[in-house]
């Protein structure tokens, strides 16, 4: 079947100078022609509807050239494991993949955080595909922001092996603007008593969704994916992840934070599979929701998929405006409603933000909550 | 005071009798000063003559002999006192408090707001005399400051409305959920005034602080509250916290991503800005809370944390207290402030509050138990019950009550 990419798709695989990646992207994109963008009839899909991406016409931006010699071993394998049948943008991001890999050196420990990130013009579609492998007993952070600008599409996946014992700490902010179509998914894999602590800030974008899958490999592994989608106007956010319990004795935390205002939706639906074997588990999720105006909305789905008896599992989720006894105690220190409203919402998402260890990136977090909340903006910096 | 002893502004030929006066005086602290700091304390008459240039000198005179002395020097923002000593043979006759009053006269009738001066933490009897007065403690100074020995500063506001009414409540009638609690209640608070509020569960104490506050949930039925000479019921919660009404909660909330220090600032400032007075920047703020901090002994390491996230009971308290201290309110009601604090946080709690007493201010303690107040010694104690007051008294109130039980006040209340 024949779409707008058909033409680009053709003129880009030229230039894919290896042999089998050309026919990794031949296939993906053959999928992607089959299935195009997934509809609401699609469970996954159900609160997310994507009609617009494909409604426009985007001229793909950034050229797929890949280096044999770099992707060969084990960035080819994690490439060539990357389930892109899932779904069309899965498909698409292949089929044009700008490929970027990065190698965290065994036993070694980076100070300053690995940055990768991506700014998409206006009217472009730009598929990043990085491949993170922090190799055993390596600690470092790597951090991925994206920053379009006017009406683009970033279609993005990052694929990450954290090696045994290793330790990744992963930062991705989101700050497309007012009308982007963000779309991302991350797929990481961890090993042995590997740690994985994750961050993932949603401010921007028109219509974005994120997909985060973590799976334990091997037993001792521990993960914190946490997040904050901080939403206005009519912005449209959401998240979906899997954390898979595959083995015994790993250990999970999950907490995500919504605050909506203005007609913004958001949508969380986070799985947790305990499989059959996977006994010693400690898995917990938490996603609480800030609703700011009476018109906007969050659709929340909290998933425990247990099939264990021996594990610790805890997951729940809220949907609310600010507590009376909380603003009652700021009026009674003498801040006004709008600021202690303010202030509140504030504090709400910094517990998120809080968790971000780079001092420059915190501080940007921090100015663009701030300039979300009137008046508290001035006050507090 | 004596009736022998008369006090008076001394002249130049006083001078060699105020010197001797001062070595004598601090010659029991020779050893805790350094000799440059002595040298200071016990100047020689010569220098006491200078000193006649420089602002007055009071001598006190008993059995025609100079026993004591103070002297002071304008400065602009306050009146320094300096030299101040009273022959050991001569005190206990109140001498102090006589010269003391003769400076404060002095300063009021000069239009100062301020006496200062500076004392020695190993002065404890001159210490003693001066909060007895009214002075506070102000910050700790250096040995580098002050001629190698360490020491403190400590002022007082002269010239205020102490004793003027500064709250008053009339026939209140209030409550919650169309439930009528308060039944009548009057009160009256004024200005330098401590009043504790006691009463078994239930009488309404909580509803009285938070109708006060203006808790949303709370509606008054009839009756009246005035706050220097405004309705305060008319005012919405943050005009009467910014207008210098302070409750410290009984169960202070939470509010996790804000840290202490942040929020404190936020609300000092919103004071500020309201009285048109300067606000402060993040480092000045910090400058000013480390001292606040010192009352109530909490380390700076809560500044940065959430407010009151993953606080103790006793550290909760604490916050309130230093949240008081830094808003400098006129009218403090602490609701149940002693409630589940072991006797360490108890005492920390209340010499805090101790030291903000004022006569500016008022304070009025809401409590079920009397064991605050052997800690806050009371000016008025009111009893409470089934809405009401029923009792007032001076601070043995407490004790009675303690003795006898609320029983005996609830008989009071229900043969009314």
């Known amino acids: ?381 | 005071m004596n009736a022998n002893v008369q006090i008076r502004r001394a002249i130049v030929d006083d001078a060699r009798a105020v010197a001797d006066i001062l070595s004598k005086a601090f010659a029991e602290f020779a050893s805790d000063y350094t000799p440059e700091a002595m040298a200071v304390v016990t100047p020689p008459p010569d220098e006491i003559v200078g000193r006649f240039e420089e602002g007055p000198i009071w001598v006190a005179v008993k059995d025609e002999e100079i026993v004591a002395t103070v002297s002071v020097v304008p400065e602009p923002e306050w009146l320094y006192i300096r030299s101040m000593a009273v022959l050991p043979n001569a005190q206990g006759l109140g001498i102090g408090h006589g010269l003391l009053e003769a400076v404060e006269r002095y300063g009021i009738e000069n239009n100062f707001e301020r006496l200062f001066l500076y004392t020695t933490h190993f002065s404890l009897d001159a210490i003693r005399l001066y909060e007895k007065h009214g002075f506070q403690r102000g910050r700790d100074t250096s040995a580098e400051e002050w001629f190698g020995t360490p020491g403190l500063s400590m002022d007082k506001k002269i010239g205020g409305d102490n004793g003027k009414m500064l709250l008053e409540v009339k026939d209140l009638h209030a409550g919650i959920d169309g439930k009528e609690i308060l039944k009548g209640l009057n009160l009256q608070v004024r200005k330098g005034e401590v009043h504790a509020i006691m009463g078994p569960n239930g009488s309404g104490k909580s509803t009285l602080s938070k109708v006060l506050a203006g808790h949303p949930s709370y509606e008054v039925i009839s009756g009246e509250v005035l706050y220097e000479d405004r309705n305060l019921l008319e005012l919405e919660p943050d005009e009467r916290a910014r207008e210098g009404l302070f409750m410290a909660f009984q169960y202070p909330v939470e509010v996790p991503g804000v840290s202490n220090s942040q929020f404190l600032r936020l609300a000092y400032n919103e004071k500020m800005k309201h009285h048109g007075l300067e606000e402060l920047d993040p480092l000045e703020f910090n400058d000013y809370l480390k001292e606040k901090a010192k009352i109530v002994d909490m380390s700076p390491e809560f500044f940065k944390r959430s407010v009151n996230e993953g606080f103790s009971g006793g550290e909760k308290k604490r916050n309130e207290i230093l949240q008081m201290a830094v808003l400098e309110p006129k009218l403090a009601i602490l609701d149940e402030t002693d409630s589940g604090l072991d006797i360490d946080a108890l005492r920390i709690v209340a010499e805090g509050v101790n030291k903000l007493r004022n006569a500016d201010s008022a304070i009025v303690l809401v409590t079920h138990y009397q064991r605050l107040l052997n800690f806050i010694v009371p000016d008025v104690v009111h009893v409470m019950a089934n809405g009401k007051i029923v009792k007032e008294g001076g601070k043995e109130l407490a004790l009675e009550l303690e003795e006898k039980g609320y029983d005996w006040v609830k008989g009071a209340a229900s043969s009314r």
């Open chain 1, 1 to 381: 079947m024949v779409n707008q990419f058909t033409e680009q798709f053709k003129e880009s695989l030229k230039s894919e100078e290896s042999a089998w990646l050309r026919g990794l992207r031949t296939d993906a994109f053959s999928v992607f022609s089959m299935s195009g963008f997934p509809t609401v009839q699609n469970e996954d899909w159900k609160y997310t509807n994507v009609a617009k991406v494909s409604s426009e016409n985007w001229t793909v931006s950034g050229k797929n050239i890949s280096n044999d010699a770099e992707l060969a071993g084990a960035f080819e394998m994690l490439l060539k494991s990357f389930d892109y049948k899932r779904n069309g943008f899965t498909a698409l991001n292949l089929a044009f993949a700008n490929v970027i890999c990065i190698r965290i050196a065994k036993e070694t420990n980076l100070e300053k955080p690995v940055e990768v990130s991506f700014a998409g013009d206006e009217e472009t579609a730009t598929f990043p595909h990085v491949l993170v492998i922090a190799e055993a007993g390596s600690k470092a952070t790597f951090l991925e922001t994206y920053t379009g600008s006017g009406k683009n599409f970033t279609n993005a996946v990052v694929q990450i092996i954290v090696e045994d014992n290793a330790n990744l700490t992963h930062y991705r902010v989101q700050k497309e603007s007012a009308e982007a179509f963000h779309i991302g998914t991350t797929d990481v894999m961890l090993g042995r008593g590997s740690l994985y602590n994750a961050t993932n800030i949603n401010l921007g974008g028109a219509l974005s969704r994120h997909d985060v899958n973590v799976k334990f490999t091997a037993e001792g592994g521990e993960c914190f994916v946490d997040g904050l989608y901080m939403l206005n106007g009519s912005q449209h956010a959401d998240t979906h992840s899997i954390i898979d319990h595959a083995v015994p004795n790993c250990v999970s935390h999950q907490t995500y934070k919504g605050v909506l205002n203005d007609k913004s939706r958001g949508v969380f639906n986070g799985k947790v599979f305990v499989r059959e074997n996977a006994s010693g588990t400690d898995a917990r999720q938490s996603n609480k929701n800030l609703l700011l105006s009476n018109e906007a909305r969050v659709d929340t789905k909290p998933q425990l998929e247990i099939f264990n008896d021996d594990v610790k599992c805890a997951h729940g989720a809220t949907v609310g405006q600010l507590e009376e006894e909380e603003l009652f105690y700021l009026l009674t220190r003498g801040l006004n409603k709008e600021l202690a409203r303010n202030l509140l919402t504030y504090g709400f998402a910094e517990e998120i933000i809080n968790k971000i260890e780079i001092d420059s990136i915190k501080k940007e977090l921090d100015q663009a909550v701030l300039n979300r909340l009137t008046k508290l903006e001035t006050e507090i910096l």
